[in-house]
């Protein structure tokens, strides 16, 4: 008796088996409802979820005025130079920079600055470390952005596409980048590369408001934003090749 009684505790009734069996139809229809819906919001984010190939090219930024130099060095003793300007000074258009003269003949040459700008002196020159050279830094108006673009994928390069600049003095993660357009394209391969023009945004100012110094010249690298299309996009474009 106390095992049939046993038996019939550890057994649920069929009544029982069958309730538990059945799932309501409301939350079938609740699940649903929730899956399209989390569906539906994925669908909308990748509409809106755009990024561009990139390509990648090299930059040389080369300012619209350029530095003026004269070197000289002793190589004869019948010659003296004699430096008229001193490191750092701010000098005029025609003022002197260096005369040279010949002991011997008593001739004097006379080197003038061919405009106003900033003296700057440096000694020593790859194997002759008696060469003395002055620099005349003048003001930077603007400068000539060029890309070297190699062959690879140059053909989705288009006028107008976005241009983001790394310069390699200033590391992007610290400084940020130049932004700028494309301009112009040179259909014609000079020494394995296109040449591409850009015109930044706003002169050598960053994405994150960094005024960055002057110089004659800055390298880089660059990339080139094209097809800027969603992830959704993508996706059915890949489903359909």
């Known amino acids: 008796m106390a ?10 009734s069929e009544d029982i088996q069958e309730i538990i069996g059945i799932i309501p139809n409301r939350i079938i229809r609740w ?10 919001c994925v669908l909308l984010v990748s509409h809106y979820i755009r990024y561009p190939d990139v390509i990648l090219a090299e930059s ?14 002793q190589s004869e003793d ?6 008229k300007v001193k490191e750092n000074q701010f000098i005029n258009k025609g003022d002197t920079l260096l005369i040279e003269e010949n002991l011997r003949s008593h001739e004097h040459h006379v080197t003038v600055s061919p405009f106003s700008g900033r ?14 050279t002055i620099w005349i830094a003048q003001q930077i108006n603007g400068y000539s952005v060029i890309l070297l673009l ?6 989705k390069v288009k006028v107008g596409q976005r241009v983001q600049i790394n310069l390699d003095e200033y590391p992007r993660s610290e400084f940020g ?12 391969k000079i020494e394995g590369f296109y040449r591409v023009s850009v015109e930044l945004n706003q002169r050598l100012v960053t994405n994150i408001k960094y005024d960055i110094p002057d110089q004659p010249r ?5 990339e080139i934003l094209t097809n800027n299309r969603s992830v959704l996009q993508r996706i059915f474009h890949s489903q359909t090749k």
């Open 119 to 132: 003296v700057f002196v440096t000694k020593g020159y790859k194997d002759n470390s008696e060469k003395q």
């Open 31 to 40: 699940g649903i409802t929730v899956a399209l819906f989390l569906l539906l």
């Open 218 to 222: 800055f390298s880089g690298k660059a």
């Open 78 to 83: 019948n010659v003296v130079y004699t430096k």
């Open 60 to 73: 040389e930024l080369i300012a619209d005025e350029q530095p003026y130099k004269v070197s000289w060095y």
């Open 177 to 188: 980048y130049l932004e700028g357009k494309i301009m112009n394209i040179v259909p014609v």
């Open 150 to 155: 190699s062959i690879n994928q140059s053909g």
């Open 3 to 12: 095992k049939d009684l046993s038996m019939q505790f550890e057994r649920p």
